[in-house]
């Protein structure tokens, strides 16, 4: 299916959705989003930092990435925690991070031998990954300098984020002009629209690759956490995490987690899924599918601090991946190395190496179409 027949259309309706979905209780006003300098590229460019908060959540963004880099929310007795990873420098951003709190474009996951073939042109893509193409290349959108404008907007406070991709960039055609709108609602929800155009046929998946540990950033592993997906199917992969095409039933899997179960509970059986990740690291099929509004779709509590995170989104798919390749190297803000397991990452998007599986639900954007999703984290605690 073309993406026109899955464009989400924006404005007062989604805007009401999530009036609608705010699940946090301290409903505040806004404060304007503040701006401050990160650090310098080795080219002297300037990377800021802009702070923003509202009802309870505190969300820091980098002009570099469009990176979250830190997002701060109560527990049960209101004490505020950073709850994603990351790094106090811009050194690091650049040299060492396995993308967080970063916006990924132009193909959010992994395309097989970075190769697809659209309206009988093939196209060869960066390779970043194996022989792979991974979130969209040795240069994606989780690497460029993004233009920044801060809004307010009635109770809400956010930033606009854009940026242009220019025909050929890490391979991809067209170019693609996209923008991206993190907002913090009065109830501390952080709403993420993205939308995106391009002159040329081309292929676009956008997300975001947050590392949350609800306990804090620097607090060991997400094994206690509890999940819940509403999926009935996954996306199996081969060695190298490229999906075979088959939508599997997670009955009798470890990947089942329409009842809540902890993180923990089944990542170390012996299914050779999970020896291809080293863990969890798949797309799944979500019930709901496409649609047009953001539908409730994951739920991941913890709980010794009783932080919750609801997740809508009007995506199909939803990428789990447990934080399999932290391997001791990485220090974080709070002093702590992350180690395997210290974090999970919950991505919204349409399934990988969707452009070489007919099957899957299209990702190609036409000249005169417009690429919109949206997707809501609500906090709780």
């Excluded at 997400?222 to 599997?248: C, N, W």
């Excluded at 990947?255 to 797309?283: P, S």
């Excluded at 390749?325 to 190496?353: M, N």
């Amino acid at each position: 299916m073309e993406l026109s027949r899955r464009t989400v259309i924006a404005g007062a309706a989604a805007a009401g959705v999530t009036a609608a979905m705010s699940g946090t209780a301290h409903a505040t006003g806004g404060h304007k989003p503040v701006k401050s300098l990160f650090g310098k590229l080795a080219d002297g460019t300037k990377i800021y930092s802009w702070s923003l908060e509202n009802g309870g959540t505190r969300l820091k963004v980098l002009s570099y990435g469009g990176i979250v880099q830190s997002l701060e929310i109560p527990d049960r007795h209101g004490r505020c925690t950073n709850v994603s990873l990351g790094f106090d420098n811009i050194e690091d951003y650049v040299s060492s991070s396995p993308y967080f709190g970063a916006l990924i474009g132009r193909y959010g996951n992994r395309i097989g031998k970075g190769r697809f073939t659209l309206d009988g042109k093939a196209y060869q893509l960066s390779v970043n990954d194996g022989e792979n193409s991974l979130h969209g290349g040795s240069k994606g959108f989780d690497k460029v300098v993004w233009d920044i404008e801060p809004f307010t907007k009635g109770s809400d406070v956010g930033l606009y984020l854009h940026y242009t991709s220019v025909d050929g960039e890490m391979g991809y055609p067209g170019t693609l002009k996209t923008k991206v709108t993190y907002t913090l609602t009065r109830s501390g929800d952080w709403r993420i629209d993205y939308e995106a155009t391009t002159d040329k046929a081309t292929v676009v998946n956008l997300t975001s690759h947050v590392y949350w540990n609800l306990a804090g950033e620097s607090s060991g592993t997400i094994y206690d956490h509890e999940l819940s997906i509403a999926a009935s199917r996954y996306t199996p992969v081969d060695s190298g995490l490229i999906p075979t095409g088959e939508l599997a039933k997670v009955a009798g899997t470890p990947f089942d987690f329409r009842r809540t179960k902890t993180v923990g509970e089944d990542i170390r059986v012996a299914h050779q899924q999970l020896l291809y990740g080293k863990g969890i690291d798949h797309n799944w099929v979500l019930d709901k599918g496409s649609t047009a509004k953001p539908e409730w779709v994951a739920t991941l509590r913890d709980p010794s601090s009783g932080r919750t995170l609801k997740i809508a989104t009007t995506e199909p798919g939803l990428q789990f991946y447990s934080g399999n390749f932290l391997d001791g190297t990485l220090v974080g803000p709070g002093g702590s190395i992350y180690r395997q397991g210290d974090a999970l990452c919950l991505e919204t998007q349409h399934f990988p190496d969707s452009p070489n599986q007919p099957s899957f639900p299209s990702t190609t954007l036409r000249p005169g179409q417009t690429y919109r999703t949206t997707t809501v984290h609500s906090f709780s605690a």
